[in-house]
Nanobody, 115 residues
Framework: QVQLVESGGGLVQPGGSLRLSCAAS????????MSWYRQAPGKERELVAG????????NYADSVKGRFTISRDNAKNTVYLQMNDLKPDDTAVYYC????????WGQGTQVTVSS
């Protein structure tokens, strides 16, 4: 079955960095686009970044452009989200999402940006 396991979240000070990872299994990873979403307390889930199957095209929410970078390693069945210059507004649970006709979500990893 499809499994998406996020890791790398934690508590970081404003201006700091984190790298999230999502280990995928149960499907042919290289044939699906992947995305990162986030949900802050009291807010709806929002798309943070997406990446195509080969990693040749990426898109970002305006709020993270220039600070976050999505990437993938198809040999390792893993998608990453490098987050730099973190701000308190980036505090949220971050989810890895498999694309396709049926979406699958990981369990999420908490990112807290606070001094």
């Amino acid at each position: 079955q499809v499994q998406l396991v996020e890791s790398g979240g934690g508590l970081v000070q404003p201006g700091g960095s984190l790298r999230l990872s999502c280990a995928a299994s149960g499907f042919t990873f290289s044939t699906f686009a992947m995305s990162w979403y986030r949900q802050a307390p009291g807010k709806e889930r929002e798309l943070v970044a997406g990446i195509t199957r080969a990693g040749d095209n990426k898109n970002y929410a305006d709020s993270v452009k220039g600070r976050f970078t999505i990437s993938r390693d198809n040999a390792k069945n893993t998608v990453y989200l490098q987050m730099n210059d973190l701000k308190p507004d980036d505090t949220a649970v971050y989810y890895c999402v498999k694309g396709g006709m049926r979406r699958y979500w990981g369990q999420g990893t908490q990112v807290t940006v606070s001094s």
